[in-house]
């Protein structure tokens, strides 16, 4: 189980901090990734970023200079960071145990988190 968390509402060229808690299977567990994907109005999915297992980091193409995934193995958790946000970063933000683990667009997604949403406004 997954369970996203986080501020809803950040300030435009603030920062996106969101966590996801991670249960019934240890994030260090061979071999997944834990993957970062959002969803904004209107648009399709769009993978964000993952961190492997191993604790190796994988980061999508659009977004890579401003995004940043980390864990914290002792609470079985891992976070997303997006920097500089603008209202166009206005999305539901999802986690999910992948099982890619590269940076290929194409993912393997098994277990989501329910998203919470995110508004980038003034």
């Known amino acids: 189980q997954l369970q996203e968390s986080g501020p809803g509402l950040v300030e435009p060229s603030q920062m996106i901090s969101l966590t996801c808690t991670v249960s019934g299977g240890s994030i260090t567990t061979c071999c997944y990734s834990w993957s970062w994907i959002r969803q904004a109005p209107g648009e399709g999915l769009e993978w964000l970023g993952a961190?492997?297992?191993?604790?190796?980091?994988y980061y999508g193409p659009s977004l890579k200079s401003r995004t940043y995934i980390s864990r914290d193995t002792s609470k079985n958790q891992f976070s997303l960071q997006l920097s500089s946000v603008t209202p166009e970063d206005t999305a539901v933000y999802y986690c999910?145990?992948?099982?890619?683990?590269?940076?290929?667009?194409?993912?393997?997604?098994?277990?989501w988190g329910q998203g919470t949403q995110v508004t980038v406004s003034s």
């Open positions: 961190i492997t297992n191993d604790g190796s980091t």
């Open positions: 999910a145990r992948d099982l890619r683990l590269d940076d290929s667009d194409y993912r393997e997604y098994e277990y």
